[in-house]
């Protein structure tokens, strides 16, 4: 897999227990080793990708391509214009992407619905399940509307263990 330029620096990396709202002017925003995090990126931003995250809520805008990479027990709330996903497992993914596409690949226990007032469905292309002649096991639809409005009262910085505990 193509992994991100050498000149991408991680805007964010190796951090625990926090609350991150991302602002940046860079074209791409690379994102990498979180666990037990809320990170909001408002954006939009050209690209982004992220990757090596446990536990955490993520909320991602994008004008461009949105990669994720080894997400674990997490949320993702995204908008973009193309999405891939891989190798991601036990994860709740609310979208909107432009191009009605999703690739999904060696992802399990995933769990799809519609990003906040969004009514464009989006068609999913799993390469580890090339078949659509037979119901996917990787992921399932789901009519649930995310309300994660709680999070918005929450100030950045460091995470109480009350509110780690609801991730």
């Known amino acids: 897999l193509p992994q991100p330029k050498p000149e991408a620096e991680p805007v964010l990396s190796g951090r625990a227990c926090f609350k991150e709202t991302i602002t940046t002017k860079l074209q791409h925003m690379y994102v990498t080793d979180l666990s037990q995090c809320i990170i909001s990126a408002p954006g939009p931003v050209g690209s982004i990708?992220?990757?090596?995250?446990?536990?955490?809520?993520v909320s991602l805008v994008s004008d461009g391509p949105v990669f994720i990479h080894d997400f674990t027990d997490a949320i993702l709330i995204v908008k973009c214009h193309q999405l891939r996903v891989h190798n991601t497992k036990n994860v709740k993914l609310f979208m909107d992407v432009g191009s009605k596409r999703a690739i999904i690949e060696q992802c399990s226990a995933l769990t799809v619905g519609l990003y906040p007032g969004s009514q464009n469905m989006v068609e999913i292309d799993d390469f580890?399940?090339?078949t659509k002649n037979q119901a996917n096991p990787h992921?399932?639809?789901?009519?649930?509307?995310?309300?994660?409005?709680?999070?918005?009262?929450i100030g950045d910085g460091s995470l109480s263990p009350e509110v780690v505990r609801r991730l």
């Open 139 to 153: 992921y399932d639809f789901s009519t649930e509307s995310p309300n994660y409005n709680w999070v918005d009262s």
């Open 128 to 130: 580890s399940w090339p």
């Open 49 to 57: 990708h992220v990757k090596n995250v446990t536990q955490a809520i």
